[in-house]
Nanobody
Framework: QVQLVESGGGLVQTGGSLRLSCLASGGTFSSLSMGWFRQAPGKEREFVAGVSSSAYSAFPDSVKGRFTISRDNRKNMVYLQMNNLKPEDTAVYYC????????????????WGQGTQVTVSS
């Protein structure tokens, strides 16, 4: 069983930056693909970034060039650096873990954190 705890959310102005962190415990972190998803009120949960066990990364077009993802297998941590934030980035952000190679669908992720709120003011 893998436990995930996110941190780093908050309130930021348009154009600002935030770095989200996710600490994993209870599993073989280095073998897992890690993903970040977000869910805004009234909307479906959407994929925003993923990193494989071998450090391949993937992003949707909506965040490409603004968000980066990284992992530190020694610390069991994954990070989401978000730059040039926009009001439409406002959502609860979730960290997730999957045994599959870099999936984009939430159904492919077995473990989820509780989420951290990101609010971007205009």
């Amino acid at each position: 069983q893998v436990q995930l705890v996110e941190s780093g959310g908050g309130l930021v102005q348009t154009g600002g930056s935030l770095r989200l962190s996710c600490l994993a415990s209870g599993g073989t972190f280095s073998s897992l693909s890690m993903g970040w998803f977000r869910q805004a009120p009234g909307k479906e949960r959407e994929f925003v970034a993923g990193v494989s066990s071998s450090a391949y990364s993937a992003f949707p077009d909506s965040v490409k060039g603004r968000f980066t993802i990284s992992r530190d297998n020694r610390k069991n941590m994954v990070y989401l650096q978000m730059n040039n934030l926009k009001p439409e980035d406002t959502a609860v952000y979730y960290c997730a873990a999957s045994p599959s190679f870099l999936p984009r669908m939430s159904s492919s992720y077995n473990y989820w954190g509780q989420g951290t709120q990101v609010t971007v003011s205009s």
